[in-house]
């Protein structure tokens, strides 16, 4: 009795380390997973210019308006990640983007559309202890490129800058899943098919708030070593 019961602890122990080696696999398989570098998106003519006032996390209104940005408020959140899917604190995540009606406020933009003076457009921010950051601003609309650059729309979409020290500076754009001219976007495709899919942002409702809640991870290549 001795015996089988030894054989039976003996069994349990041995399925214990073949459960805890699979967990120990399937979180090395997923880091792995989380550790693709996001794809590099070209910064675009519009990167802000000029001195701002207001460059915080709450791009809906500017410090000393009253009113506050026409469009759908939404929240974008996420993580920043080395290649090791280590979290990245204290990355300057720098962000921009068209207003409501598909125009930046910017000199060189050609678009007639409405400006938003109540759209503050910019913000920066640095990630926290565990990689994360936040920001509240509006869904930007849609444009259409310039006839000399062969025409075709943009499908709504957020520019990022990130850097961090020992880390590959990055300029790519976050893209919201579901809308219908994300297949026509000349510059989404341009990101390596299979890649794509990092740059498509899913979304929930925000429990605290209420609003769409957009999720976006980025990776971060390693520095060059010089």
């Known amino acids: 009795m001795r015996e089988k019961n030894s054989l039976s602890r003996r069994e349990a122990t041995k399925k214990l380390a073949i459960a805890a080696g699979l967990a120990l696999t399937a979180t090395s398989h997923a880091r792995a997973a989380m550790a693709v570098p996001t794809p590099e998106q070209v910064e675009g003519p519009f990167y802000p210019v000029g001195q701002r006032d207001d460059l915080d996390l709450d791009l809906t209104q500017i410090k000393g ?40 406020d910017h000199p060189e933009d050609p678009n007639t ?78 990101a390596p098919a299979e890649l794509r899919h990092l740059l498509i942002a899913d979304s929930i409702i925000d429990s605290a708030s209420g609003l769409p809640l957009y999720q976006f991870d980025v990776v971060l290549a390693p520095g060059l070593v010089s």
Not at 90 to 96: A, F, P, S
């Open 65 to 104: 308006h009253s009113e506050v940005a026409t469009g759908e408020v939404i929240l974008v959140e996420g993580q920043v990640l080395g290649p090791d899917g280590q979290p990245l604190r204290d990355t300057l995540v720098d962000v921009w983007q068209a207003n409501h009606h598909g125009r930046y």
């Open 113 to 190: 559309a409405p400006l938003d003076p109540d759209f503050q457009g910019w913000g920066l921010v640095r990630t926290d202890r565990e990689g994360r950051y936040r920001f509240k601003t509006i869904k930007p609309g849609a444009y259409a490129l310039p006839a000399v650059e062969e025409g075709g729309m943009r499908s709504r979409h957020i520019h990022f800058k990130l850097s961090r020290e020992g880390f590959k500076p990055l300029t790519t754009q976050m893209y919201f899943r579901g809308d219908p001219l994300i297949e026509q976007d000349r510059l989404l495709a341009q």
